[in-house]
């Protein structure tokens, strides 16, 4: 228990309470101890020493008395058989005289009085009883009474003034010891009343000590924290009472400045967001009109630069028709040029008009069969891949949300280019397939072309971005432009594998129905079997691109994989899914583009 400069610590002030409080009743318990111990001495001296004291005192006098009047009865029968009582009276003096003679230990005057009465029964005794008897037994009954005379009267009443004296000594050794008993019992109840007192006294010090230096401080503190906890961020909170509260005051003022300083930082983020969305609020305003001009460019692009195109393009066509070979081979070659690029930028013109069309003009999103889509991709591609003597496998594809006619196109470019991008003296071979993985499935086409080097992944969505002079690979480089814009319409992303062996994998995800998803999660959770997120065997449509990919064989190939053949008007026969494609991890190959 330390006192500082603050002044005395709350659990200082009750530890000084406490102890105070404990001394003083150890005090009082103490007193009421040896009080008690003292009023317990008396009480036994009442009743166990003084009370049978005057009793035994009484019964002695009897007993003297049944001495004396034996004597008497003796001296006048002479009868021996009267003298009984004598003898019968001094054995039971005897045994009273031991009796008392402990009793009397603590009481030193009563047993001098007590030795007085012995004296004077045993004087009475040697000059009158004894001396009787003797008389009787040799001179008869007439020469005992001859020695009772008044003066042995007068020495027996000897004897009872002594025990009176006896008696009224221990009357007075037993009163005083109850007047003891009184005051010490009196002494106890006090001691008693002054416990009470101190443990009132200290309840209400303690009360009070509580009020003061806890409800108060603490009322005080808590509002306080009310008036900051009301908006008052400012408010100083102080701590009254003892150093404890005072320092609890100091740590809530201490949290009320860091909130207020948070809150000042919150503010100012706030302004700084407000500021920030009022610029981007008038960036999106720019971002609008920029849209609209760019509508009306495309608008402008697609119309009002059609006409004049398509009169140049036409009349450059009438002038190489008319005079071709009639003018020198330079004027040929010259009329060519403008017929390949008025041409060129009529495909330009269109392949602009169909990108920025996406997702403008939509026909609204419904339940696509990509398996029933894929024959329509199949027909639209059927002159190139006849042509470069191509064959088109698909495996069990999903239904999905969207617009068939984006989808189309998507599929569509993604397989021409494949047909495009071929290895010179090897049929093109272009495998579509697809797997449940999370909530989207992800769809492959994988081919066995040129390849895409890891550098190139990115560009090549970009729209009029070339790897290759047009010479040797014809089309306009917006092909998979298109491609990315139909995709992230529709809710996903497409990139290029790069890990494939051989050929190039183009990988885009839409997002899965949630019948799909739902039926994969409870195949999974059933048996245990589908992991990674992938569809489980029978669940939705299964995701067949990666076995196919792997180079399955014939009977290998799931009853549902479609297959589209090379020659003309389409095969009977349902060959592997693209033999020779490499799997999902590997190297890379060369470069590759996208077709317009």
Request: hydrophobic share 45%.
């Amino acid at each position: 228990m330390t006192a500082t400069g603050a002044g005395w610590s709350l659990r200082g002030r009750l530890a000084l309470l406490v102890a105070v409080v404990g001394l003083l009743l150890l005090g009082v318990a103490v007193a009421e101890a040896v009080v008690a111990t003292r009023s317990r001495a008396h009480i036994d001296a009442v009743l166990n020493e003084t009370g049978p004291l005057r009793a035994q005192s009484q019964e002695l006098l009897a007993v003297l008395v049944d001495q004396e009047t034996a004597i008497r009865g003796y001296a006048l029968t002479g009868e021996r058989e009267d003298l009984a009582p004598f003898d019968t009276g001094r054995q039971r003096e005897q045994e009273l005289a031991a009796s008392m003679d402990r009793l009397l230990a603590s009481y030193p005057e009563l047993r001098d009085e007590f030795g007085t009465v012995q004296q004077r029964a045993e004087q009475w005794r040697q000059a009158v009883a004894l001396p009787v008897i003797a008389a009787i037994e040799t001179g008869g009954a007439t020469a005992g009474q001859q020695l009772l005379t008044d003066q042995s009267r007068q020495q027996f009443d000897q004897i009872r003034v002594a025990v009176d004296v006896l008696q009224n000594g221990i009357l007075e050794v037993r009163d005083e010891a109850a007047a003891n008993v009184r005051s010490t019992s009196n002494l106890l109840v006090l001691l008693l009343v002054i416990a009470a007192l101190v443990v009132l006294v200290t309840g209400v010090v303690l009360l009070t000590s509580l009020e003061r230096m806890v409800i108060r401080p603490l009322t005080s503190l808590a509002g306080q924290v009310r008036e900051v906890a009301v908006g008052d961020y400012g408010h100083h909170i102080t701590g009254t009472g003892p150093p404890e509260f005072q320092r609890l005051g100091e740590d809530v003022d201490a949290m009320r400045q860091k909130i207020a300083a948070d809150l000042a930082e919150v503010r100012e983020a706030r302004e700084r967001i407000e500021w920030v969305n009022a610029q981007l609020q008038k960036q999106a305003e720019e971002l609008t009109r920029s849209n609209r001009d760019l509508e009306q460019f495309a608008y402008v692009a697609s119309h009002d630069l059609q006409e004049p195109l398509r009169k140049v393009a036409s009349f450059c066509q009438l002038l190489q028709r008319r005079y071709a070979g009639r003018l020198d081979e330079r004027a040929d070659q010259y009329i060519a040029f403008a017929v390949d690029g008025a041409q060129r930028m009529q495909r330009l013109i269109n392949d602009l008009l169909a990108f920025s069309r996406i997702g403008r003009l939509t026909t609204g999103f419904t339940d696509v069969d990509l398996n029933r889509l894929m024959a329509e991709v199949a027909a639209q591609t059927e002159p190139a891949r006849q042509y470069a003597d191509a064959e088109l496998t698909w495996g069990e594809l999903p239904v999905i949300r969207g617009e068939e006619p984006l989808l189309t196109n998507l599929l569509v470019n993604l397989v021409s280019n494949s047909v495009k991008f071929r290895r010179a003296d090897v049929p093109p071979k272009v495998h579509v397939s697809a797997r449940l993985i999370g909530e989207d499935w992800e769809i492959t086409c994988q081919d066995n072309g040129i390849g895409i080097e890891p550098e190139f992944a990115d560009k090549i969505f970009v729209i009029f971005q070339r790897l290759h002079a047009k010479d040797a690979y014809p089309g306009t480089g917006i092909g998979l432009a298109i491609v990315k814009k139909i995709v992230e319409y529709h809710g996903g992303r497409v990139w290029v594998d790069t890990d494939v062996p051989e050929g190039t994998a183009i990988r885009f995800t839409l997002p899965a129905l949630p019948a799909d998803t739902e039926a994969a999660q409870s195949a999974t959770g059933a048996d245990g079997s589908a992991a990674d997120g992938e569809a489980a065997d029978g669940a939705a449509p299964a995701a067949v691109g990666t076995d196919a990919a792997a180079g399955r064989a014939d009977d290998e190939v799931p009853a549902g994989d479609g297959t589209v053949g090379a020659e003309a008007g389409g095969d009977s026969q349902r060959p592997s899914a693209v033999a020779g494609l490499p799997q999902a991890g590997g190297g890379t190959g060369g470069m590759k583009e996208a077709v317009g």
